[in-house]
Structure formats: C-alpha cells, structure tokens
C-alpha cells in the first residue's frame, strides 16, 4: 500500500467506522451472500474500492451464529436463541458473538479518536420483494432525515433496491435487534440499520416483471452497498480515472 493508503491506519489518526454483520438468523442464507459481496468488492483493486479503503474502516463479523448455520437452523443459536432479540445484554456464555460484537462497539464508541458512522445488519426477508432497509425513528426531525440520504443513495446504486419498501420504526417486538439497540447507544452522527433482501425475486421499476435472485445478483447487491459509500461521503473526485466495471465475484 502507498503511504497514502495506510493514512488512516497510522497510530493516532482518526477513524471513521464502517461495521457490517451479516447470518444472525442461519437460515437467512441470502445475507451471507450479500456480504460476500461487500467483502470481495472492498479487498478488490477496483478504483472505488482502493478509495473507501483509503478514507473508511470497515469491520465486518461475516457470520453473528456459526452454530445455528453449522446445525441447519432457521432462527436460533445452538441453545435456542433468536439472537437479534438479546443485544440489550447479551451472555458471554449463552450469545458470545453478540457479547464480543457488543464489547468492540463499545470499546471504539468510548475511543475519541474513532467514529463509529455505520452499523448495518445483514438479513434475508421470506415474504417482501427486492433489496430494503430498516431504519430508526427519531425526535430530532433532521436527525431522522440524515438517516433517509444513504437508502436514497443506494436506491440510486442498485436497480433492485427498493426505497418505497423501506421503513423507519421502533415497534417494541424489534427492541432487541442490533439495529434497534445500537441506534439507542450511539450518538446521532451514526446510523444504525437492517438491509433485508427477498428470498425470491425483485421487481424492476416500470415493470411488473420479477426477476428471481441468483447468488451473483444477492452479492452484487452487496457490491452496490460498498460503492454507495462512495457517493455518501462525496469521495468521486479521488477516484484515478474512468471507473472501471465492477468486478464479477463467483
């Protein structure tokens, strides 16, 4: 890496914190694909890719239940949890992934020199259509519209990602998701949110055709969540050159 490349790396600089976590439910098999799809993009040498690395940290925990997915469950951990519902105090001995997430976010949330801006939990929906996020509702009105310029972004970015589908909520059964809890932990330059995809198909707009999801269009779905980055923190003008196409991940 260039000397320029590392800048945000070096001991005392100032981080600004990307953190994604993905298979929380083992049976969402489609987030992990997302995710694959982020994580291939932002270690590839694309232009865009060298750019976020150079300006963002991204930390990402691929899968939040290895258990649940090693035993082929649907929503709970080996001892029968759904962990989304135990971020608010989560055991090191009964939801360890979630104790040792938690412990990391917390411990760069208390680090002045790191500013966690992102958390984003990756999810599979079995009944809504397209790419969607959940996001929180806020008091603070600007504060609420902050929160809506990165699903806006993103709808702009990839064709199957549906802004009218997206929601903002704080329902009480969705207390214990990451989403949800972080969103009340953080202060509010950070945004806190559930990306879902369909299980099924998307729908193209001005059409009512749906187009079934193949694992290459759940992780260019994750692709376009990367480049989004790009346009939510303006950094075009860095990027050398024509942009070259996204890489085809397998």
Not at 18 to 34: D, K, L, N, Q
Not at 89 to 101: D, E, K, M, Q, R
């Amino acid at each position: 890496a260039t000397p320029s490349a590392a800048a945000n790396l070096r001991p005392g600089a100032e981080q600004k914190v990307v953190f994604i976590t993905a298979r929380v439910h083992p049976g969402e098999t489609p987030s992990s694909f997302v995710c694959q799809g982020i994580i291939d993009f932002l270690v590839s040498q694309h232009p865009i890719a060298k750019v976020l690395r150079e300006h963002l940290v991204f930390k990402i925990a691929p899968m939040l239940n290895p258990d649940g997915v090693y035993l082929g469950n649907y929503r709970c951990s080996l001892m029968g949890f759904d962990l989304n519902r135990h971020w608010a105090n989560p055991s090191p001995w009964a939801h360890p992934t979630l104790h040792g997430v938690k412990q990391l976010i917390i411990e760069m949330y208390n680090n002045p020199k790191i500013n966690l801006e992102f958390y984003i939990d990756i999810h599979a929906h079995s009944t809504m259509m397209n790419g969607f996020m959940y996001g929180n509702i806020f008091e603070d009105e600007e504060r609420f519209q902050r929160q809506a310029v990165f699903p806006k972004l993103l709808c702009q970015n990839a064709e199957d990602f549906s802004y009218s589908s997206t929601s903002f909520n704080r329902d009480a059964v969705k207390a214990g998701t990451g989403r949800r809890f972080l969103g009340g932990l953080l202060n509010d330059t950070s945004y806190c949110y559930t990306l879902e995809v369909s299980f099924y198909s998307y729908i193209l707009g001005g059409s009512n055709a749906a187009v079934p999801y193949t694992e290459e269009a759940y992780m260019k779905l994750g692709r376009n969540v990367a480049r989004t980055f790009l346009d939510y923190y303006r950094l075009n003008s860095l990027v050398e050159g024509p942009l070259a196409p996204t890489p085809k991940t397998r």
